[in-house]
């Protein structure tokens, strides 16, 4: 018979590896994203729910989920296990909104708390008046209602979990967490639906899982007991649940009209098993045994997947990065070559030039260079978003909301380049205010005429000389050599910010996303740690 295993180095192993699961994310939108994503939660659930709280406290009470699809007849099965109504039981879908865990009053503080389901706030008054007692806002799917009764044996405690199927997300979402809490699963179906898909489902888990489970098949017209009995059975057996316990409970007026409560005798022999599996000291170590085993076992098929999909994870971020590096980088390049070009001095500000200075001010001239200027730096960023684009167009991990909101990015860059090169006009104006103060002859050159000279020279690339002898004839050679390359050196730094800027920009989405190498091997090691310790 196997045993629960307590140590206190095997404790230390599973909350490390509980850590290294909860930290693990999957926000890239892969086909094998969701699944990962509902195997963490689930696995998480079960660790936090019931692994870790019964390995620690493995003298707490037994705790029996009774789960199942709408309309199964959960809450009148709990009621009639306990004798009384406990669980609100009726005709209409869903019935029950907020969990209900019944156990004796002395194991009270075992509930009370939150050793086992620590994210669900608990209650202790009466069905009709939970929602009374809500805080603003609280979602009554995530409370509990803790009730006692002298008629469960201590050291047994039932839970009425909401419908497996329900229409309501977070009734599902908790259904399938408060399963994980059990040490033993209570699959409850029906004559009408015990070959349904989502029932199914959730024995083929316990299966997979290993755990202590027991199924009961409900509301069973008198005339076709045998028949549905037999059918019933052939499925379990044919899914390999052949050996698990397996109850009838007839179809009675009680459950026909949700009446809450069935005749002693029609569940006898279910509250007669789970009283033994409570009682019985070697029947209960084996089925807290079994359940918390088969949970250990299944982390040695679990963690690996989850460290794969971790590994996609950051292998799709790593593509999408590189593409946003190279589609950057490529225009980066093409940019230096356009400005060591002249491509800078075109159009109006070629036309501004060459009528400068009899039509055209220095402030004019300055004006439509750093103008052309922001157009060729957004030109460049353009095109490298174009390039990013069509490059994540092939990637499904780009297809994640954060990627495709790009409302305003176009403006948005014009705007920051814009401050930028203005930036820049600013830094070079009091450059050429300095050279203009160091000049020992009168009368002193026009600082925005000088400005005016040195752009156009910086700006014009190989394509115009004379804006430079112009410049030396103003402020000398010396000062027009220093004064081109300090602007020419500013010019390289502001241009490479730009382009560094936008690039980060465009990664910070997925920068925000956080997906790291890490996961994968800290998932495998905390594992490997598990299973020495095991």
Sequence with gaps: M?????????????????????????????????????????????????????????????????????????????NSLVGRRVSEAGVLRPTTRTPVLVCHPEDHHWFSGMRVLPDLTRVWVPQQETEDHLLPGENPARVLRVETVDSLPPGLALLDAPDIDSLVSDNRVLAAELICAADIWVMVTTAARYADAVPWRMLRAAKEYDVSLVTVLDRVPHQVVSEVSRQYGALLTKAGLGHVPRFTVPELPESAWGGGLLPASAVAALRTWLVHQTQDPAAREHVMARTAQGVLDSLNSRMPELAGAAAAQHAAAL????????????????????????????????????????????????????????????????????????????????????????????????????????????????????????????????????????????????????????????????????????????????????????????????????????????????????????
């Design 319 to 534: 593509r999408l990065t590189s593409a946003v590096d190279g589609a950057y980088d490529s225009e980066h390049s093409r940019l230096r070559g356009r400005l060591q070009a002249g491509a800078v001095l075109a159009g109006d500000a070629l036309k501004r030039w060459r009528a400068f200075p009899l039509d055209c001010t220095p402030v004019e001239l300055l004006d439509t260079l750093v103008e052309s200027l922001g157009a060729l730096l957004l030109c460049a960023v353009t095109a490298a978003d174009e390039r990013v684009d069509a490059a994540w167009r092939r990637e499904p991990a780009a297809n994640a909301p954060e990627f495709t909101d790009r409302d305003g990015a176009v403006e948005g860059a014009e705007h920051r380049i814009g401050l930028a090169v203005r930036r820049w006009r600013r830094e070079l104006e009091e450059y050429a205010e300095e050279e203009v103060r160091e000049l020992d002859h009168a009368p002193a050159p026009d600082p925005e005429t000088v400005t005016a000279l040195a752009a156009t020279a910086l700006l014009s690339g190989r394509r115009e000389w004379t804006a430079g002898e112009k410049l030396a004839e103003r402020i000398g050679a010396h000062g027009a050599l220093r004064l081109r390359d300090r602007g020419g050196r500013l010019l390289l730094q502001h241009v490479n910010r730009i382009m560094h800027t936008e690039r980060e920009r465009r990664l910070a989405p997925l920068d925000a996303l956080e997906v790291h190498p890490e996961p994968q091997a800290e998932l495998i090691a905390a594992l490997s740690v598990l299973q020495k310790e095991r």
């Design 2 to 78: 196997v045993t629960l295993d307590v140590r206190p180095q095997l404790l230390d192993a599973l909350s490390a590896l509980r850590d290294r699961v909860a930290a693990a994310r999957f926000p890239l939108p892969l086909a094998g994203a969701p699944r990962a994503r509902a195997n963490r939660d689930e696995l998480l659930a079960q660790l936090d729910d019931y692994l870790v709280p019964r390995l620690r406290e493995p003298r707490a009470p037994l705790l029996a989920v009774v789960g199942g699809s709408t309309g199964a007849g959960k809450s009148t099965l709990v």
